[in-house]
């Protein structure tokens, strides 16, 4: 069983800085991709930004150039940064683990996710 554990949320002004973190446990696969997802009140969940096993990353749109995505494979963690913040940008923000080294936008293609994390941005 894979846990992920997300932290560093948190409400901030717009044009802030937050780091959000994503802690990898438990039997992880050989290789695999991680995402980053968010999922505003009445709004489906929507791709943020994956990185491969490799360390490629890929951005949606909406986020490029504002975030970045990053892991630390000796600590078993991936990193989201997020600056310049929006009031768009309030969500939970889960991460989630491919069982692939290559990365997916489709949140059904992540075999597991962590509980979330709130990140309310103030205008």
């Known amino acids: 069983q894979v846990q992920l554990v997300e932290s560093g949320g948190g409400l901030v002004q717009a044009g802030g800085s937050l780091r959000l973190s994503c802690a990898i446990s438990?039997?992880?696969?050989?290789?695999?991709?991680m995402g980053w997802f968010r999922q505003a009140p009445g709004k489906e969940r929507e791709f943020v930004a994956a990185i491969t096993w490799t360390g490629g990353t890929y951005y949606a749109d909406s986020v490029k150039a504002r975030f970045t995505i990053s892991r630390d494979s000796a600590k078993n963690t991936v990193y989201l940064q997020m600056n310049r913040l929006k009031p768009e940008d309030t969500a939970i923000y889960y991460c989630?683990?491919?069982?692939?080294?290559?990365?997916?936008?489709?949140?059904?293609?992540?075999?597991?996710w962590g509980q979330g994390t709130q990140v309310t941005v103030s205008s």
């Open positions: 989630a683990i491919r069982r692939s080294a290559y990365m997916s936008t489709k949140s059904t293609d992540y075999a597991y």
């Open positions: 438990g039997r992880t696969f050989s290789s695999y991709a």
